[in-house]
T-cell receptor
Framework: GESVGLHLPTLSVQEGDNSIINCAYS??????FIWYKQESGKGPQFIID?????DKRQGQRVTVLLNKTVKHLSLQIAATQPGDSAVYFC??????????FGTGTRLLVSP | DSGVTQTPKHLITATGQRVTLRCSPR?????VYWYQQSLDQGLQFLIQ???????AKGNILERFSAQQFPDLHSELNLSSLELGDSALYFC???????????FGNGTRLTVT
């Protein structure tokens, strides 16, 4: 069945470092992927998305890379700030926007 | 602010009871989704409605039901509640296919 998994449950970085959060997916038919950020007490917040016809997409301080060959997705955050501390989820569209979420990676940013 | 409103924020009830969670989608969004988030299961898709009609179903229990009204707000009904139903319930909305879902801040349900 469909599954989306994350390699690292917790990532600790220093303020100013670049962060990389990884995600593996199993449904090779998925054509749309999204990264969400969830802060304590809030709902998941959209960060960036990418379609399967692309391998890279950049936003403000964030970049998503998609490697369809190995079914791998990553989120890169440049110059990580304390406000970036949160849980990050990748999600793949299993059809009809039925998003399948990964288990999440907690990003801890130290000043 | 995502524009998706969920009420109530917190709900505490006893086993065997029934509760209703409410969601107002972003203005103009026709699709509403319900997700359950628990510590051991992560974010699980429950059900999707599009313009009043059920579009997709996930791992939603038979004790749970939902509907979307003509004004596009949605309600999730949970009945015969069990301790294991304690979780965060999120509503999300979207406008078009392959556009991101926007989530509300959830309803935290505690069943005692």
């Amino acid at each position: 069945g469909e599954s989306v998994g994350l390699h690292l449950p917790t990532l600790s970085v220093q303020e100013g470092d670049n962060s990389i959060i990884n995600c593996a997916y199993s449904n090779s038919a998925s054509d749309y992927f999204i990264w969400y950020k969830q802060e304590s007490g809030k709902g998941p917040q959209f960060i960036i998305d990418i379609r399967s016809n692309m391998d890279k997409r950049q936003g403000q301080r964030v970049t998503v890379l998609l490697n369809k060959t190995v079914k791998h997705l990553s989120l890169q955050i440049a110059a990580t700030q304390p406000g970036d501390s949160a849980v990050y989820f990748c999600a793949e569209d299993g059809g009809f926007q039925k998003l399948v979420f990964g288990t999440g990676t907690r990003l801890l940013v130290s000043p | 602010d995502s524009g998706v409103t969920q009420t109530p924020k917190h709900l505490i009830t006893a086993t065997g009871q029934r509760v209703t969670l409410r969601c107002s989608p972003r203005s103009g969004d026709l699709s509403v989704y319900w997700y359950q988030q628990s510590l051991d299961q992560g974010l699980q898709f429950l059900i999707q409605y599009y313009n009043g009609e059920e579009r997709a179903k996930g791992n939603i229990l038979e004790r749970f039901s939902a509907q979307q009204f003509p004004d596009l707000h949605s309600e999730l009904n949970l009945s015969s509640l069990e301790l294991g139903d304690s979780a965060l319930y999120f509503c999300a909305s979207s406008g078009t296919v392959n556009s991101p879902l926007h989530f509300g801040n959830g309803t935290r349900l505690t069943v005692t």
